[in-house]
C-alpha cells in the first residue's frame, strides 16, 4: 500500500520533537512486541545520535507522517572490515502499524544499502520459546513474506541475581579454579591495561571467527588493534557507557587466555547486558569460561550492587556457553532470528 504523506527524513539531533518522537517510538515497539524487556535508555539513545566508534558508519531515519514521528530506521555499516554489510534495525509505531510504513522503511532501507555498494542486509526479530513468555511475530513474518532468510538463532537469556546465591556461586567458582591452575585474573572498568591490549584485540578478532553460527550467516573475519580498541572504550565512556572486563592471563607465556564483558547503560538501575565472552581454544578445558563469568559479574555487582537483570545471547549451538550461564542461574526468555537478505 502507497503512502504519499509519509517522508522518510534523517533525524536532526536538534529536532527535540522528532528526537523524542524517535525515543518514544523505540520505547512503545518495547512495551508493545516485548513486555518485560527493559525500555530504551533516553540518555542512551541521545548520545548514540552523536557519537560511534569509527569502525562503523551510522545512519538514522524517522518517518514522519502528520507531523509525528511514526517509526524508526537505523543502518549501521562496518568500515574497518565486513564493507559488505548493513545491520539493519526497522522500528513502526505499534499504533501505526498495518499501513505500508514497514514496507516503505524497508524498501528504502534496502535502495541505500545499494547506494552504498553494499549486497547484504542483516537483521533481527523475535521469536517465543515453547514454555516461556508469550511475543510478538509480526517481525519474522513481514521478514520472511520480503525475502529475509533465517540465517541464525540465538537465546535470549536473562539472569535474576536476588535469585542466585552467593554460596551457590562460590562453590562453582571455587570448583573451576582447581582445575585452573597456572592462570591468574586481569580486571578493569573502562580502559583495557597497556600491558594486556594486543592480547585483548586478539581475542576480539576470534569472535568473529570462533563462536558457532550458521552456515549462511555472512559474518567475515575482523581486524582488531590497540586503536581500534581505545576508539571504541572512548566512545563508550563518552556515551556514559560503563563496561566492566574480567580476563584470564596464562601465567608462564603472559598470552590473555580468555575474557567476558559486561556493559551498563546511562540511567539504567535494574538491567545489564552481557557482552562478548570467548576463552582462546587452545586454554580450554580449565573451566575458564566459568571463572571469567563469575568474577565479572562479581566486579559489576561491587560497583552496582542494585542491578537485578543480566542478559546473554547465545547461539543455541553453543552448549558449553549454554551450560555455564545455566549453572549461574540465567534462564531462557526468547529466541532471537537473525535474518538475512542478499540484494
Request: hydrophobic share 35%; glycine share 6%.
Amino acid at each position: 500500500m502507497s503512502n504519499p504523506d509519509l517522508r522518510i527524513v534523517p533525524i536532526d539531533p536538534l529536532n527535540r520533537d522528532q528526537v523524542n518522537g524517535w525515543i518514544r517510538t523505540q520505547r512503545a515497539v518495547t512495551e508493545h512486541d516485548l513486555p518485560g524487556e527493559p525500555l530504551p535508555s533516553p540518555g542512551l539513545q541521545r548520545l548514540r545520535l552523536l557519537l560511534w566508534p569509527d569502525s562503523l558508519d551510522v545512519e538514522r531515519y524517522v518517518p514522519v507522517q502528520d507531523g509525528k514521528v511514526v517509526g524508526a530506521l537505523e543502518l549501521v555499516m562496518p568500515t574497518q572490515d565486513n564493507q559488505h554489510l548493513v545491520q539493519l534495525d526497522l522500528e513502526v509505531h505499534p499504533q501505526h502499524r498495518r499501513r505500508g510504513i514497514g514496507t516503505a522503511l524497508l524498501e528504502f532501507a534496502e535502495r541505500r544499502t545499494a547506494e552504498l555498494g553494499r549486497d547484504t542486509i542483516l537483521t533481527a526479530a523475535v521469536d517465543s520459546l515453547e514454555h516461556g513468555p508469550r511475543f510478538d511475530h509480526a517481525g519474522q513474518h513481514f521478514a520472511k513474506a520480503r525475502g529475509y532468510k533465517t540465517v541464525d538463532q540465538e537465546i535470549h537469556r536473562r539472569n535474576d541475581l536476588t535469585l542466585v546465591g552467593d554460596d551457590e556461586l562460590g562453590r562453582l567458582y571455587a570448583d573451576a579454579w582447581e582445575k585452573a591452575a597456572g592462570y591468574e585474573l586481569v580486571q578493569w572498568i573502562g580502559d583495557c591495561p597497556d600491558d594486556v591490549i594486543d592480547g585483548y584485540a586478539a581475542l576480539c578478532e576470534r569472535m568473529y571467527t570462533d563462536p558457532p553460527q550458521g552456515e549462511e550467516l555472512d559474518i567475515r573475519p575482523a581486524e582488531y588493534d590497540a586503536a581500534r580498541i581505545r576508539n571504541t572504550e572512548w566512545t563508550l565512556k563518552e556515551r556514559a557507557q560503563t563496561q566492566f572486563m574480567t580476563a584470564v592471563r596464562h601465567v608462564e607465556s603472559g598470552e590473555l587466555a580468555g575474557m567476558s564483558g559486561i556493559v551498563v547503560y546511562p540511567g539504567e538501575e535494574l538491567h545489564a547486558f552481557q557482552d562478548d565472552t570467548i576463552v582462546e581454544e587452545k586454554h580450554r578445558g580449565h573451566r575458564l569460561g566459568m571463572i571469567l563469568k563469575i568474577a565479572n559479574q562479581r566486579l559489576m555487582r561491587k560497583y552496582r550492587p542494585q542491578i537485578r537483570y543480566i542478559h546473554t545471547w547465545n547461539a543455541e549451538a553453543n552448549d558449553h556457553m549454554i551450560a555455564i550461564n545455566e549453572a549461574m542461574g540465567y534462564r531462557a526468555l526468547c529466541r532471537d532470528l537473525d535474518v538475512q537478505k542478499k540484494l
